[in-house]
């Protein structure tokens, strides 16, 4: 395996496992570009959901960092990723964010490209050139259950693993056969980093979170929890609801896949789901049986975790920027048929996670201030903080260390 950069050894040998990373993990410029070159041009991506393709034709735009990839629907149903840059000079070639079209077009020369990629005009172009080498470039796509991941990689890793572990489980909620009700970007003053790692624990939520916690018991210990889990597990066999665990995250995720967990938890007896009052919120998802008062934790790669109820979907973005900012992105999912305002309340259904991102931005922001600090040391990880110990973990991999003590 190969040895990581001279400028990270020091760095990588002084970490202590168990502990939370040192102060250039989360500001120096050097890290971030590894961060960009290992991690996020590696990783995959959840670029969107097939119901915005509804049609062919239709198309949206993925953007992260300077890359822009055109996202659509052809005449035959497939769906393609396409890098948005010109094959003259690099000019971009879709301008608006989404939209349905039978060719793009470059607003620069009028260079044009079938939904395909491939270049169907370029005016003037010498007969001898081959325009067939000139079509936009493919970026790598998978469509798993209705959600579109996007890989920049040369070599993406395979959903094999995650479609043999996976879809028994997640099938029964069908995802494919959702759609968008709403989506949040909420921009962070922050290292990617303490998103991500925020997100794995709920040490925090019992102060931070009081309505969170009101309904989820994560802040509670394991042995307060385990009875709620068992009952829970009756219930969700009844409601055709599966309640594996599934941790392939880091040193445990097969050779050459993406990193992917799966965990079904009982909410507090009285919630159906993640609701203000444990009423329900909008109509079953897939063909679910009934609410088992249960939610479940899915992990596709480590920018992208979902939060599924019973009869709706969080899928959580997060967004590198450069090493001092971020963004996150909620999104959230109901059935396909489900009519707002018939159906469910959009303001109940974003109630509790748009509250509870709003808090978890205030705190990343103030965790980030204290880690610029001169005093900042880094603390050990408590039992309740677990999962943010694996993506700490599995981050620490991507330096291509065999192991780091």
């Not at 001898?128 to 040369?154: C, N, Y």
């Not at 993406?258 to 789901?273: I, Q």
């Not at 996670?353 to 978890?360: G, H, K, N, R």
Request: proline residues 6%; charged residues 20%; contains cysteine.
């Amino acid at each position: 395996m190969a040895e990581p950069k001279p400028a990270f050894q020091d760095l990588l040998s002084a970490h202590q496992s168990g502990h939370a990373l040192a102060q250039s993990f989360y500001t120096n410029s050097d890290v971030f570009g590894h961060d960009v070159d290992e991690v996020f041009y590696k990783d995959w991506h959840l670029a969107g959901h097939i119901s915005e393709l509804a049609l062919p034709g239709d198309y949206f735009l993925f953007e992260m960092l300077q890359e822009s990839v055109i996202i659509n629907r052809d005449d035959l149903g497939q769906i393609h990723g396409l890098a948005n840059v010109c094959r003259h000079r690099g000019s971009r070639v879709c301008i608006e964010p989404r939209g349905n079209t039978k060719r793009f077009t470059c607003p620069y020369h009028a260079w044009a490209y079938n939904l395909d990629g491939s270049l169907f005009n370029a005016r003037h172009l010498p007969p001898e050139i081959d325009r067939t080498k000139l079509g936009l470039r493919p970026i790598a796509t998978h469509v798993f259950h209705g959600f579109i991941f996007v890989s920049f990689a040369q070599d993406p890793t395979s959903f094999a693993a995650l479609h043999r572990d996976l879809d028994p489980i997640l099938t029964p909620f069908g995802l494919a056969r959702t759609k968008i009700a709403h989506r949040m970007v909420y921009p962070v003053k922050a290292n990617w980093k303490l998103l991500v790692e925020n997100y794995n624990e709920c040490y925090h939520c019992a102060t931070a979170h009081p309505e969170f916690s009101r309904s989820h018991p994560t802040h509670m210990p394991p042995d307060r929890v385990a009875p709620m889990n068992e009952a829970m597990q009756v219930r969700s066999t009844a409601c055709g609801i599966r309640t594996d665990y599934i941790d392939a995250i880091g040193s445990a995720r097969p050779d050459h896949a993406p990193d992917y967990a799966y965990n079904r938890y009982s909410l507090y007896e009285g919630y159906k789901t993640g609701s203000q009052t444990g009423s329900a919120l909008a109509p079953l998802l897939g063909d679910i049986k009934g609410y088992d008062g249960g939610a479940s934790d899915l992990y596709v790669g480590i920018l992208n975790p979902m939060l599924i109820y019973c009869d709706h979907a969080v899928v959580y973005r997060f967004i590198p920027i450069d090493k001092d900012h971020s963004a996150q992105e909620i999104i959230w999912m109901v059935h396909e048929d489900a009519q707002v305002g018939r159906d469910y309340d959009l303001d109940r259904l974003l109630w509790l996670w748009d509250l509870t991102t709003i808090a978890d931005k205030k705190i990343i922001e103030k965790n980030q201030e204290g880690v610029n600090s001169r005093y900042y040391t880094p603390g050990p990880f408590v039992d309740m903080e677990a999962y943010a110990k694996r993506f700490v973990d599995s981050y620490l991999m991507s330096f291509k260390l065999d192991e780091i003590d």
